[in-house]
Structure formats: C-alpha cells, structure tokens
C-alpha cells in the first residue's frame, strides 16, 4: 500500500482528528487553521509565514511539514501539550 500524500496526512490531522479531539482535551483553539499555525509555528521556531509564503502546505518543504505533523501527532498522543505549542506560536506574533 502506498504512502499517503503528506498534504492529505496534514489536512487529515489539522481538519478533522485535532478538531474533533478539542473539547475532550480543553484545547485552547478549536478551529483547522488555528492547529495549523501552532504546529507550523512550532515545526520553524517562529511565525511560519516570515520562513514560507502561503499556502504553506504547497510551499512548505516535506521535512517542515513532517516536522509538523509529528508535533501534531505526539499532542493527539498526549506526549505534546497543546497549549504551550499554542503560547510558543502567540509569543512568536508578539500576543
């Protein structure tokens, strides 16, 4: 069986199985692209659009994106808590 294209894992992770998660673990964000720039945020070290122009899934280089997506995963784990991944990212935008 193939692998699935890195595009389809992200938007798998960020679109459907983070949001559905969020209430159950006291998420402080709940929406697609919120997930996104945390774990975008956090895969660079810094506000993701300074490093990769938009759409970053298109631009985002795989190691970037896989660096991401296992951000993700480990929060889906509980091995990553969300919501300082969630202050990392509003540190970086100066919020």
Not at 12 to 36: I, N, S, Y
């Amino acid at each position: 069986m193939a692998a699935q294209p890195i595009a389809e894992r992200w938007f798998a992770l960020t679109r459907e199985r983070m949001p559905e998660l969020a209430d159950k673990r006291g998420w402080p964000v709940r929406l697609d692209h919120c997930f996104q720039r945390i774990l975008l945020d956090n895969a660079v070290g810094g506000h993701w659009s300074e490093e990769i122009p938009a759409p970053a899934y298109r631009n985002a280089p795989d190691e970037l994106l896989e660096r991401a997506i296992a951000l993700g995963e480990a929060a889906v784990a509980g091995e990553e808590d969300l919501a300082e991944l969630n202050r990392n990212s509003l540190a970086w935008r100066g919020k």
